[in-house]
């Protein structure tokens, strides 16, 4: 991961010369820090510079980067997508999107992503970097139109087909928060690592279905319960 992640920062060391908005800030000392495990160091000085720069579509992308919560990060890129097309920092908050959803499992939604980038920004290395990705996971199409996806889980005492996604994090502990929230509320939860390009998603899960009936009706529930939006997904024993 961290092999990755210098050649991100690599990539954005380019990029960031290019800046043309007079209220830009240079964050690529603070990507930086954050590489070197001092997280909490940088988001400490994100509240003020977002204060002293107010206009900076640069805070927008690294506030997306201290993001843990996959869904929200995703948020944050896209509206640096739409409102500052021509940022430093689109290229690679495509990217980002396209690798969140990858770990999801929703492979359409990331190979739009991944076309989305090649349009849009054909120069851009993180095509490379997309395209040199793990295979991916064997897909059908579903009865109703959904997308589903295989995810491998082995143990061979799990006596079950179906689960929900409930979310995928970057950061262990806050996967692990959710995880401990659903077993207080007595449900069943595993976590499952999906590596996309050298970024490790924590991928949780809730429940244990042996048909797909079963976890498309708890889906709703664990959707109202814990504020998530889910999906069921079949699970390789």
Known sequence: MKKHFSIFLFVISIFSSLQIFAQEVDIVPYLKMIESGKVEEVKGK??????DY???????????????????????????????????????????I??????????????KNLDKLKKEYP?????KIAEANVVKNEIE??????????????????????SVQAGAFTNTANANVLKKDIENA????????KNVAGT????????????????EDFLPIANTRFRIAGRVVEINQ
């Open 186 to 193: 007595g449900m069943v939860s595993f976590i499952q690592e």
């Open 46 to 51: 994100l509240l003020d510079l977002k204060t």
């Open 141 to 162: 199409e579903a009865p109703n139109g959904t997308i589903e996806t295989s995810v491998e889980y082995v143990d061979s005492e799990k006596q079950f087909s179906y």
């Open 54 to 96: 107010p206009k900076s579509s640069n805070l927008i992308f690294l506030e997306g980067v201290l993001t843990e919560n996959g869904q929200d990060a995703v948020v944050l890129y896209q509206t640096l997508i739409e409102k500052y097309p021509k940022s430093a920092y689109a290229d690679a908050a495509i990217y980002r």
């Open 123 to 127: 120069e851009s290395p993180y095509i």
């Open 200 to 215: 490790v998603f924590n991928v949780v899960f809730i429940g244990e279905f042996k048909t797909r009936k079963e976890a």
């Open 98 to 111: 396209y690798s969140y959803y990858f770990a999801l499992g929703l492979y359409n939604t990331a190979d």
